[in-house]
C-alpha cells in the first residue's frame, strides 16, 4: 500500500496542499511549528477519520474556515482508491471510499505511527500500555473489541456491587453471577492478548537486534493479576480465575475494586534484564518502541498481506547515524513511510530510495 496524493483544504495550518509524496521513503524537514507533524496528522486523519492528537477533531479545522477537507489517493491491494474527508468546524465528519460512506470510526486503512509521545509505552502508566495493546488488538482481531467492552462493563457494575456490599447494602453471594461473567470475558481478552504476544514478541526481538546492532537484548513480557506462564489456553486461563476470585472478595470488598483481571494486567519492557523503565536511556527507550512499531507492521502484513504506511514523527532527533541508517535500512523497498525532522538528516546508506522535502509556509517542496 502506498499514498499517491494528498490533497489539504484548511486543515491546521494549511489552507489548501496537494502533494505527491515519495512512494519509499519521504523525510519531511522544516523548524518548529511549520507543520511537520500537522502533515502527519492530515494524513492520519484522511486514512482513518480521526486525529492521534486530539480527540475534538473540529480542532483540526484551520481558524475561522467552515470545514475542512482530507483527500488521499493510494494503493490498496493493487487498486487506486481514494477516501475523502470533510469536516466541519462543528464536528461533524463525512467520509467516503470511492462512492461508498463510511462510518466515522470505519478504519479500512489503518497506518501505524510512532511520535515522541508513545514514549509512554515504556516509561507511562500500565493503563498507556493496556490502551495500546488493545487497541492493536481491536484493529487485527475482528470481535476482540465486543469482549473487552462486554468484559469493562462487568467490571464496572461489579465494582459498584462491590461498594455497595462494602456499604452493608448487599450481600457478597450477589457476586457469584458477575464472577462468572467476569472470569469468561477476562479470560477471552487474557488469551487473546497472550496469543498476539507471542508471535510480535520474536519479531520484536529480531528487529530491535537489527536497529541495536546486537548491543542490547530487549525483553517484553505480560505481567498479569494471575499465576499465569504464558502458554495456558482459554480453558486453563478460566480455570485460574475462577480459582483467584473466590478467594479475594474479601479482600475486594475492602477495596471496593475487582483487583483480578486483565483490566489490571502491564507489559514489561527490559534491557539486558533491566527495567526499561528505570534504566535504559532516552535513546534505548526509543529503539523499544520504534522496534514494537516495526513488529506491529509485520504482524499486520503476516494478518493481512499488505504493509501499512509508517509515519514517524521526530524520530530520528535521538538516534546516533548506527541506529538510524538500520532503522531506514529495516524498511527499505517495503513500505512507504513519512519521517519528519527539524534538520536535514544526515544518511549515509546510499541503496536507500527516498526523497527529501522542505516545509515552508504551508507548502511542500523537493529537495534537488
Known amino acids: 500500500m502506498y499514498i499517491k496524493r494528498i490533497m ?178 477476562g479470560a477471552r481478552v487474557t488469551a487473546v492478548r497472550l496469543a498476539m504476544l507471542s508471535r510480535l514478541a520474536p519479531l520484536f526481538r529480531e528487529i530491535h537486534s537489527d536497529i541495536s546492532q546486537s548491543r542490547e537484548k530487549p525483553g517484553i513480557s505480560y505481567f498479569s493479576t494471575l499465576p499465569l506462564t504464558g502458554t495456558e489456553g482459554e480453558k486453563e486461563i478460566l480455570g485460574l480465575f475462577n480459582s483467584r476470585l473466590s478467594s479475594r472478595h474479601k479482600e475486594e470488598v475492602a477495596h471496593g475494586q475487582t483487583l483480578t483481571g486483565p483490566h489490571r494486567d502491564d507489559l514489561f519492557f527490559s534491557i539486558n534484564g533491566y527495567d526499561a523503565r528505570q534504566y535504559a536511556s532516552q535513546a534505548q527507550q526509543r529503539t523499544i518502541v520504534l522496534s514494537l512499531k516495526l513488529a506491529q507492521l509485520e504482524l499486520s502484513y503476516r494478518e493481512k498481506g499488505e504493509y501499512p504506511v509508517l509515519l514517524l514523527d521526530d524520530v530520528l532527533s535521538e538516534l546516533d547515524r548506527t541506529r538510524r541508517e538500520q532503522l531506514l535500512g529495516r524498511v527499505r523497498g517495503l513500505i512507504q513511510v513519512f519521517i519528519t525532522s527539524s534538520t536535514l538528516p544526515d544518511i549515509h546508506e546510499k541503496n536507500i530510495s527516498s526523497m527529501i522535502f522542505t516545509i515552508a509556509e504551508g507548502q511542500i517542496k523537493s529537495l534537488p
Open 8 to 185: 489539504l483544504e484548511n486543515f491546521r495550518n494549511y489552507h489548501f496542499l496537494s502533494w505527491q509524496p515519495h512512494d519509499k521513503i519521504n523525510i519531511i524537514v522544516g523548524g518548529n511549528a511549520l507543520g511537520k507533524t500537522n502533515l502527519l496528522e492530515a494524513i492520519f486523519f484522511g486514512l482513518t477519520g480521526s486525529s492521534f492528537r486530539t480527540s475534538r477533531e473540529k480542532e483540526t479545522v484551520l481558524w475561522n474556515a467552515s470545514h475542512s477537507r482530507v483527500e488521499i489517493q493510494l494503493i490498496w491491494h493493487d487498486q487506486q482508491v481514494t477516501i475523502r474527508n470533510t469536516l466541519t468546524s462543528g464536528g461533524k465528519i463525512e467520509r467516503e471510499l470511492n462512492t461508498r460512506k463510511l462510518k466515522k470510526r470505519e478504519q479500512p486503512v489503518l497506518p501505524v505511527i510512532f511520535t515522541p509521545d508513545h514514549l509512554t509505552l515504556v516509561k507511562g502508566s500500565p493503563r498507556e500500555r493496556r490502551r495500546w495493546l488493545d487497541g492493536e488488538l481491536c484493529l487485527l482481531y475482528p470481535g476482540y473489541d465486543q469482549y473487552l467492552k462486554r468484559y469493562l462493563q462487568v467490571v464496572s457494575q461489579r465494582n459498584g456491587l462491590l461498594q455497595r456490599i462494602r456499604e452493608r447494602l448487599a450481600h457478597i453471594e450477589e457476586l457469584f453471577p458477575w464472577d462468572e461473567q467476569l472470569a469468561v470475558y
